[in-house]
């Protein structure tokens, strides 16, 4: 990272600083207890007659020659000069400070801080990858799946202890994928998962009020399978590569979106019109407010088998863990 020009400035005026103070102080001692008493002219006449008590006795003397009078008088001139320039450098050094700080303060105010030029051009190059995982993720969408619009039918399996019977239920819902156009790396994600089988034998293990969610877990026909993963991790399906979003596409009633950050593998049916506390800024408690979980479908079939999941008996957690979870019995693009 390159150091901003504000650092590299103040450390090359505190060694300056630093490198000028010992003369100075010795020539201010000089300066202030001696050259300031004497005649400016000096000469043995005037050492003798002066009447002023010499504090450089050890070098001043009665018997002071000529060539030691010049010696001196060469000196306390090189003196005066240390302290003119000592006196220039500083005054230098504290306009060249003001400059910076006001220079500073006006980056800070403009937004135009090294730092922020550099965080501008590492977002600007963000943004490029985005566009281009996007515009991939497109075309391999198309080459595998066509063009859209998507589906996939899930198939759903009620545990025995479902508080309503089983029998004469239609267990399937469908989801229709939004456009590759406003969500095509999302899609494309999900569209993959599907594919390789990663949700049969997963499940839905949380029935909060305002979403239905799914997870890795297993269920009661796949208890012995719920430590494996689904092959999530092997495919590299795991997680969203990054926060793919569309106001065009909220987070509206029935709608599926991803949860967490990254998003993924969890995914929720959204049972009330999230589009505040699901969209850009409603999850404070990430890093990246300003971020929303990926939106990529919705319901359009089977509704009837969806509120049935919202029926299921629940755990008194945070989570709000079904308490027996319903099972995806296969996930299948139609």
Request: charged residues 25%; aromatic residues 10%.
């Amino acid at each position: 990272m390159t150091t901003p020009a504000f650092s590299k400035n103040t450390s090359n005026v505190h060694t300056f600083l630093q490198a000028r103070f010992v003369g100075a102080l010795v020539a201010v001692v000089l300066f202030l207890i001696y050259f300031l008493q004497l005649p400016k002219d000096i000469n043995d006449d005037t050492i003798k007659s002066s009447n002023l008590k010499n504090p450089l006795n050890s070098i001043v003397s009665e018997d002071y020659s000529e060539e030691k009078v010049k010696r001196l008088n060469k000196s306390l001139k090189d003196t005066r000069q240390e302290l003119l320039d000592t006196r220039s450098d500083l005054e230098k050094t504290t306009k060249l400070l003001h400059e910076l700080y006001q220079q500073r303060k006006k980056d800070k105010e403009e937004g135009n801080t090294d730092n922020n030029k550099e965080n501008i051009a590492l977002k600007n190059q963000i943004d490029r990858y985005v566009v281009a995982i996007q515009s991939i993720s497109k075309r391999h969408a198309i080459e595998k799946f066509g063009p859209g619009p998507h589906r996939v039918e899930i198939t759903l399996d009620f545990p025995p202890e479902a508080p309503f019977s089983r029998d004469n239920i239609n267990p399937k819902f469908v989801i229709e994928l939004a456009h590759l156009d406003l969500m095509p790396h999302t899609v494309y994600h999900f569209l993959m998962q599907v594919h390789n089988g990663c949700w049969n034998g997963r499940s839905f293990n949380r029935n909060a009020e305002h979403v239905l969610q799914a997870g890795l877990e297993g269920y009661y026909a796949t208890a012995d399978d719920a430590d494996d993963d689904g092959g999530f991790d092997e495919l590299g399906l795991t997680e969203v590569g990054f926060q793919e979003y569309s106001d065009m596409y909220p987070h509206e009633l029935h709608t599926v979106g991803f949860a967490g950050r990254p998003g993924g593998p969890e995914w929720y049916i959204s049972m009330m019109d999230n589009t505040e506390i699901h969209g850009p800024g409603g999850q404070n408690k990430y890093e990246l407010k300003h971020e929303a979980d990926p939106c990529f479908g919705k319901v359009v079939q089977g509704l009837e088998a969806v509120y049935l999941m919202q029926k299921m008996p629940k755990e008194s957690d945070d989570f709000e863990s079904m308490k027996y979870n319903v099972g995806i019995k296969k996930a299948k693009i139609l």
